[in-house]
């Protein structure tokens, strides 16, 4: 019943900006809310979580850099990325934990992801 999709990849020289979007739909009682990514081989990585209090998490390869936001009303995250480097390369990934009524428990729900490619 939870519907999670990204928006705002692309292609970006080095050292430029993107902002990423999400927005969960079917419930109105998400919790915590992140992003995710994964570059060819490897394992997908943590980025930057944000609860619904508003407190953020990133990765230390991230800080300084990115910034993640919500909004609550809309269940919408947002990741902006500022001074992107090569390695920032990668699918990314939104998460959605959401608290299904009718279950009674937390469910997390992903995006289908959405490509940034930094050239060098």
């Known amino acids: 019943q939870v519907r999670v999709v990204e928006s705002g990849g692309g292609l970006v020289q080095a050292g430029g900006s993107l902002r990423l979007s999400c927005t969960a739909s079917g419930s109105i009682f998400i919790n915590d809310m992140g992003w995710y990514r994964q570059a060819p081989g490897n394992q997908r990585e943590l980025v930057a979580t944000?609860?619904?209090?508003?407190?953020?998490n990133y990765a230390d390869s991230v800080k300084g850099r990115f910034t993640i936001s919500r909004d609550n009303a809309a269940n919408t995250v947002s990741l902006q990325m500022n001074s992107l480097k090569p390695e920032d390369t990668a699918v990314y990934y939104c998460?959605?934990?959401?608290?299904?009524?009718?279950?009674?428990?937390?469910?997390?729900?992903w995006g289908q992801g959405t490509q940034v490619t930094v050239s060098s």
């Open positions: 998460k959605a934990v959401a608290y299904i009524r009718l279950a009674g428990r937390e469910s997390d729900y």
């Open positions: 944000i609860s619904r209090g508003g407190i953020t």
